[in-house]
C-alpha cells in the first residue's frame, strides 16, 4: 500500500480543521442547548482549529523543503488540542450533555488517530 505523502496529510489537516472550526463555531453554537458546552467555550474551541488551518495552509503554499518537520509540529499541536478540549469541557462536566460527550469523543478519536498518522508519516521522511 502506498503511503500518503506529507503534502497530503496537510490537505487532509487543513479540512478537518475547517470543518471542526464551523462545527464548533457555528453548528453547536446555534445547538447550544443540546450539546450543553458554553458559547464562550464552543468559540474559543473554534478558534484552535482555525489557526491550524492558517498553518497547514502556510505549510502548502510556502514550506518546500522538510515538509516533515512541519507535519510533526501539526502533529502535536493537534494532540495537544485534544487534551485542551477535554479540559475545557470537563470544567464544564455538570453543563455538558451526552450529545456533547459524544461529539467532543468522536472529535478528539479522530484527531488523534490523524496525529498518529501524521506523526507516522514524518518519521518516515
Not at 10 to 25: H, V
Not at 35 to 47: C, D, E, Q, R, V
Not at 57 to 76: M, S
Amino acid at each position: 500500500m502506498k503511503s500518503l505523502s506529507h503534502k497530503t496529510f496537510f490537505y487532509i489537516d487543513a479540512f478537518g480543521a475547517l470543518l471542526s472550526s464551523f462545527l464548533l463555531g457555528i453548528v453547536l453554537v446555534k445547538f447550544q442547548v443540546y450539546f450543553g458546552i458554553p458559547k464562550s467555550t464552543l468559540y474559543t474551541l473554534a478558534i484552535i482549529p482555525f489557526g491550524f488551518l492558517l498553518y497547514d495552509l502556510y505549510c502548502l503554499v510556502f514550506v518546500k523543503n522538510q515538509l516533515f518537520k512541519y507535519l510533526k509540529v501539526i502533529a502535536y499541536l493537534n494532540s495537544m488540542y485534544c487534551v485542551v478540549s477535554l479540559v475545557l469541557v470537563l470544567s464544564h462536566f455538570k453543563e455538558v450533555t451526552t450529545l456533547g460527550w459524544l461529539y467532543i469523543i468522536i472529535e478528539i478519536v479522530i484527531v488523534l488517530i490523524l496525529s498518529k498518522a501524521e506523526l507516522n508519516a514524518a518519521n518516515k521522511h
